[in-house]
């Protein structure tokens, strides 16, 4: 059984910084993709950031790019979020999820497991 469980949200000025963190656990995620997505109120979930766990490779969607940098501790089995120069916009619940397959998604759709969020507020 595949759990996933963020942590590392809350409250904090524009221009701040915070760290998500996501702790796998139930298989070996060494072939298989991970990321980052988050969902604004009265939004749809949107793409944040994505992670290949073997390799490294990553993804980022233009609004974040140059902010946020996603990466992982193979040896924890953890999955991060570093999120700098924070703006109100920022302000969603933040999910973390894995796939099969080792492939960078954008979609949804395309994550099979989830988290069940951890909110981010930026005030301005």
């Known amino acids: 059984q595949v759990q996933l469980v963020e942590s590392g949200g809350g409250l904090v000025q524009a221009g701040g910084s915070l760290r998500l963190s996501c702790a796998a656990s139930?298989?070996?995620?060494?072939?298989?993709?991970m990321g980052w997505f988050r969902q604004a109120p009265g939004k749809e979930r949107e793409f944040v950031a994505a992670?290949?766990?073997?390799?490294?490779?990553?993804l980022y969607t233009d609004s974040v790019r140059g902010r946020f940098t996603i990466s992982r501790d193979i040896a924890k089995n953890t999955l991060y979020l570093q999120m700098n120069s924070l703006k109100p916009e920022d302000t969603a619940v933040y999910y973390c999820?894995?796939?099969?397959?080792?492939?960078?998604?954008?979609?949804?759709?395309?994550?099979?497991?989830w988290g069940q969020g951890t909110q981010v507020t930026v005030s301005s």
């Open positions: 999820a894995t796939r099969h397959g080792s492939g960078l998604k954008r979609n949804a759709y395309e994550y099979d497991y």
């Open positions: 139930g298989r070996s995620f060494s072939s298989y993709g």
């Open positions: 992670i290949a766990w073997f390799g490294g490779s990553t």
